[in-house]
């Protein structure tokens, strides 16, 4: 079966730094699509950026230049790489697993995914 396990999440103060891990398991990794979200009571769950074997994609325009997502496929593990972390980047982080498409892109709606890890408070203090 699919499985996500994430860690790394924690407080920080503002202008601080964290990376979040998504190690995964279950499926063969170049096969999923894996996006990172973040939600929060006020939010929902919004998608953050996201990752397949051959492209990356920011969606939220504030964290661009701020966060990286990256894959190792030895670990079969996906990283996001937070810097300058903002109050507002507070939330629960989630990583979520789709199956890839035609055509393979990481490009996909919320709704697509179908499985999810347990979610990770990162909360940033000013």
């Known amino acids: 079966e699919v499985q996500l396990v994430e860690s790394g999440g924690g407080l920080v103060q503002a202008g601080g730094s964290l990376r979040l891990s998504c190690a995964t398991s279950g499926f063969t990794f170049d096969d999923y699509v894996i996006g990172w979200f973040r939600q929060t009571p006020g939010r929902g769950r919004e998608g953050v950026s996201c990752t397949s074997y051959r492209d990356n994609e920011i969606w939220i325009d504030s964290v661009k230049g701020r966060f990286t997502i990256s894959r190792d496929r030895v670990k079969n593990t996906v990283y996001l790489q937070m810097n300058d972390l903002k109050p507002e980047d507070t939330a629960v982080y989630y990583c979520?697993?789709?199956?890839?498409?035609?055509?393979?892109?990481?490009?996909?709606?919320?709704?697509?995914?179908?499985?999810w890890g347990q979610g990770i408070q990162v909360t940033v203090s000013s």
């Open positions: 979520g697993a789709t199956l890839i498409g035609p055509p393979p892109r990481c490009d996909r709606g919320i709704q697509d995914f179908s499985h």
